[in-house]
């Protein structure tokens, strides 16, 4: 069983960046697409950027094109989602979650370990 730490959410304004990390308990993670998810006050759980085992295929979510990048480290089994340009509507508990479906996946459904969470609250 893969378990997800993430790490390295904060309060920022908006405008500024912040880079999330994920990390995974075993060597095996390298094996699974890795999905990161948020959800803002009030708000369901959306997708936000996914890649596959190898980080050679990408996804995003239309909202976050172009201002978020997400890319891997499978020698520290490791996953990072850069976020730039921050706006309040990014405000959300970030998660990231494993999948061993080939991915990149957007539904939530395919990712089968989740980590605990994040905040990112970005101010006006």
């Known amino acids: 069983q893969v378990q997800l730490v993430a790490s390295g959410g904060g309060l920022v304004q908006a405008g500024d960046s912040l880079r999330l990390s994920c990390a995974a308990s075993?060597?095996?993670?390298?094996?699974?697409?890795v999905g990161w998810f948020r959800q803002g006050p009030g708000k369901e759980r959306e997708f936000v950027a996914a890649?596959?085992?190898?980080?050679?295929?990408?996804n995003y979510a239309a909202s976050v094109k172009g201002r978020f990048t997400i890319s891997r480290d499978n020698a520290k089994n490791m996953v990072y989602l850069q976020m730039n340009s921050l706006k309040p509507d990014d405000t959300a508990v970030y998660y990231c979650?494993?999948?061993?479906?080939?991915?990149?996946?957007?539904?939530?459904?395919?990712?089968?370990?989740w980590g605990q969470g994040t905040q990112v609250t970005v101010s006006s």
């Open positions: 890649i596959s085992w190898s980080g050679g295929n990408t």
């Open positions: 979650a494993a999948s061993y479906l080939g991915g990149p996946g957007t539904r939530q459904i395919e990712y089968r370990y």
């Open positions: 075993e060597s095996t993670f390298s094996s699974y697409a």
